[in-house]
């Protein structure tokens, strides 16, 4: 069934695999990372990643910018980061939890359990050996919340409203957003949910690439579809207030990047 055949990620461009859009949040309850992208674990053993991934998108494992060294480089202490909120836990998300292995790993629950115990097709995608230094795992289901008309989740007590888990499963059977307060507004950060910006613009644009690797890469077509729906409604009717942005896009990772210089 296509839909339930989803094994990795697969058939991309190279630089589509080299980075992964991580945030990382000042908080009142320590530092806060959305994602860790690969790891020094990766680097040291990138044969973990398994070759079907590696010969096809041959990722740039380099040290420098794993999300640690990034930590390091802004001038704070890995140490200090004490909660990991993860979109999902792809090979190219997850690679480096134990660069912060005193960290709460907070997961939306379908998505640990999958992660934990992979049937075949999804074996792939989820690399064991990322998390066997046994991560302080947080596995969040909903429980009434909403957040901008989408369920969700506050997965850090101390946070209140100004972090949530967003549910938007398709992707991966339990991928999710991260938004996040700012000064400035609302982001959400919508991982693998799209890899192409004008996806949620409206009207939608996608090429014929993108379009065949999210459906390689999906778990499910129908929730993924609906949910990337509810993104572009979002966009369109509060783009005002939200800025939407997808893992793997090169522009709004660059623009991130440097505003934070
Ligand atoms: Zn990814």
Same mark, same amino acid.
Not at 183 to 187: D, E, I, P, T
């Given at each position: 069934m296509e839909d339930d055949s989803s094994p990795v990620l697969a058939g991309s461009s190279r630089r589509r695999a080299s980075f992964a859009h991580c945030l990382l949040i000042e908080s009142s309850d320590g530092l806060v990372l959305v994602d860790t992208g690969f790891g020094t674990g990766d680097i040291a053993d990138p044969k973990r990643l398994g070759q079907p991934f590696r010969a096809m998108m041959r990722p740039e494992l380099n040290e420098s910018e794993t999300a640690v060294s990034q930590v390091r480089a802004m *001038? +704070? &202490?890995p140490a200090d980061v004490r909660h990991i909120v993860v979109t999902h836990l792809d090979l190219d998300h997850a690679g480096g939890l134990s660069d912060f292995p005193q960290a709460k790993v907070h997961v939306f629950a379908p998505e640990l359990e999958i992660a934990q115990n992979p049937p075949l097709v999804e074996k792939a995608r989820y690399i064991q050996e990322q998390w066997a230094h *046994?991560? &302080? =795992? @947080?596995s969040h289901a909903v429980d009434g919340d909403t957040w901008f008309g989408f369920e969700s989740v506050k997965p850090i007590d101390g946070l209140g409203d &100004? @972090?949530?888990l967003v549910p938007l499963v398709g992707h991966s059977k339990g991928h999710s957003g991260v938004a996040v307060r700012g000064? *400035? *507004? =609302?982001?959400l950060h919508c991982g693998d949910a799209y890899f192409f910006n004008a996806e949620v613009e409206t009207p939608r644009r996608v090429t014929p690439g993108f379009r065949a690797f999210e459906n390689i890469t999906q778990w499910k077509r129908g929730p993924r579809m +609906?949910?990337?729906e509810r993104l572009q409604e979002l966009r369109r009717d509060h783009g005002s $207030? @939200? $800025?939407?942005f997808c893992s793997h896009d090169p522009e709004t990772f660059d623009a991130h990047a440097h505003s934070a210089e």
């Open positions: *001038g +704070r &202490d *046994g991560p &302080d =795992w @947080v &100004d @972090v949530a000064s *400035g *507004g =609302w982001m +609906r949910n990337l $207030e @939200v $800025e939407l």
